[in-house]
């Protein structure tokens, strides 16, 4: 089972940075499709980004093209989401999530996740 954790959450005011990094502790990261997700109080989590375990297919949220990028280093069995251009709608708590392949991630289905990182965008 992969175990997941999350960092680098934390208060900006929009317009802001924010990056976020997850370590994985299976030393197969290297063959997961990696992915981010959110939940805002009160609402359902929904997908942010996701990569394939080459690195080389991406998936983004329509609400964060151009503004987040994700990336990954199989050295290091990390996942980072680069956060830019913040807004208060982008308050979540965010999680990171494995799974076999990229639909399956984008979907958000029999994955793993990571405990989430608190990310507060003030106005």
């Known amino acids: 089972q992969v175990q997941l954790a999350e960092s680098g959450g934390g208060l900006v005011q929009a317009g802001g940075s924010l990056r976020l990094s997850c370590v994985a502790s299976?030393?197969?990261?290297?063959?997961?499709?990696m992915g981010w997700f959110r939940q805002a109080p009160g609402k359902e989590r929904e997908f942010v980004a996701a990569m394939s375990w080459s690195g080389i297919n991406t998936d983004y949220a329509d609400s964060v093209k151009g503004r987040f990028t994700i990336s990954r280093d199989n050295a290091k069995n990390t996942v980072t989401l680069q956060m830019n251009s913040l807004k208060p709608e982008d308050t979540a708590a965010y999680f990171c999530?494995?799974?076999?392949?990229?639909?399956?991630?984008?979907?958000?289905?029999?994955?793993?996740w990571g405990q989430g990182t608190q990310v507060t965008v003030s106005s």
């Open positions: 299976d030393r197969a990261f290297s063959t997961y499709a």
């Open positions: 999530a494995a799974a076999r392949s990229l639909s399956t991630v984008v979907r958000g289905t029999s994955i793993y």
